[in-house]
Nanobody, 128 residues
Framework: VQLQASGGGLVQAGGSLKLSCAAS????????MGWFRQAPGKEREFVAS????????YYADSVKGRFTISRDNARNTVYLQMNSLKPEDTAVYYC??????????????????????WGKGTQVTVSS
């Protein structure tokens, strides 16, 4: 499985960005897809996840109401629409997929070690 993330950049506080993650390889319908982020000096943390077929979504409390995860199965692509961005959203954002499913991704301890597949990160910088 390969994941290619794109869409990061520099934006002012209150602005919006949309990240994309294109997946290739053997991904089964039970796999969850999601986004994590890692700010300088901090651990990688869960942001949002979605079931590959069912469309159920999970969000970190810090992004609820501001971020929306969605997917396009025909394109094997997952998106993260980020609105009302804050400086504390500044981080490298990573796309990921896991055989355990979307809910498991939301609850996973030590995701860097335990999660199945990671894409390369994309930098999101929010200026104040």
């Amino acid at each position: 499985v390969q994941l290619q993330a794109s869409g990061g950049g520099l934006v002012q506080a209150g602005g919006s960005l949309k990240l994309s993650c294109a997946a290739s390889g053997r991904i089964f319908s039970t796999y969850g897809m999601g986004w994590f982020r890692q700010a300088p000096g901090k651990e990688r943390e869960f942001v949002a996840s979605i079931t590959w077929r069912g469309g159920s979504t999970y969000y970190a409390d810090s992004v609820k109401g501001r971020f929306t995860i969605s997917r396009d199965n025909a394109r094997n692509t997952v998106y993260l629409q980020m609105n009302s961005l804050k400086p504390e959203d500044t981080a490298v954002y990573y796309c990921a997929t896991d055989r355990g499913g979307a809910q498991a991704m939301a609850l996973m301890a030590d995701p860097v070690r335990n999660l199945d597949y990671w894409g390369k990160g994309t930098q999101v910088t929010v200026s104040s």
